[in-house]
């Protein structure tokens, strides 16, 4: 499969600060990634999607100045989490598709785990 | 009704057995339909596509499609420990644009 990863794989910070979570495709190029959020025991959220050189699109209820998103190269997406408060600690999850004959396959990143104190 | 439905189990099977895991999904137009594998903690990987009615086999694996009835299932032959973990069906609606996630079933492979 392709490979995406992310950068931090673990942050704790404190409330009030931003944090950015990078997320690359090593092997492929993606013009569109995906953002997602999973709470403990719960599935996977997106929270939006993140288009090479225009503005992301986002999930309803998703505060998109709480939640920037740039996608700045073909192989780059960030996602910062601006004024951090416990209630966005989550586990974020990247993903990108790779086209696979007639059917598009979406592969995640490891995650970043996110800790706000 | 939501958009992905599975039994969160958890299902346990004994080592070597067959594990049955099954998907309905609401979106009469999805084309593309996923099994993700999900460790505790970790991501989701990937571990079999489908879009065609019938069956798709992949080593141990094999999804089956049926577009009629809107179910999707996973076969796990000769269940091993290491396959103990939740799996996440996954559907692409929303015109193709969306993947939607099941809340997974949990797997348990026992000794």
């Known amino acids: 499969g392709a490979v995406v990863s992310q950068h931090p794989s673990r942050v704790i910070c404190k409330s009030g600060t931003s944090v950015k979570i990078e997320c690359r495709s090593l092997d492929f190029q993606a013009t569109t990634m995906f953002w997602y959020r999973q709470f403990p025991k719960q599935s996977l959220m997106l929270m939006a999607t993140s288009n090479e050189g225009s503005k992301a699109t986002y999930e309803q209820g998703v505060e998109k100045d709480k939640f920037l998103i740039n996608h700045a190269s073909l192989t780059l997406s960030t996602l910062t989490v601006t004024s951090a408060h416990p209630e966005d600690s989550s586990f974020y999850i990247c993903?990108?598709?790779?086209?696979?004959?007639?059917?598009?396959?979406?592969?995640f990143g490891p995650g970043t785990r996110l800790t706000v104190l | 009704q939501k958009e992905v439905e599975q039994n969160s189990g958890p299902l346990s099977v004994p080592e070597g057995a067959i594990a049955s895991l099954n998907c309905t999904y609401s979106d009469r137009v999805s084309q593309s339909f996923f099994w993700y594998r999900q460790y505790s903690g970790k991501s989701p990987e990937l571990i079999m596509s489908i879009y065609s009615n019938g069956d798709k086999e992949d080593g141990r694996f094999t999804a089956q499609l049926n577009k009629a009835s809107q179910y999707v299932s996973l076969l796990i032959r000769d269940s091993q420990p290491s396959d103990s973990a939740t799996y996440l069906c996954a559907v692409l609606t929303g015109g193709g644009n969306k993947l939607t996630f099941g809340t997974g079933t949990q797997l348990k492979v026992e000794l």
């Open positions: 993903s990108a598709r790779v086209p696979r004959g007639v059917i598009n396959e979406q592969f």
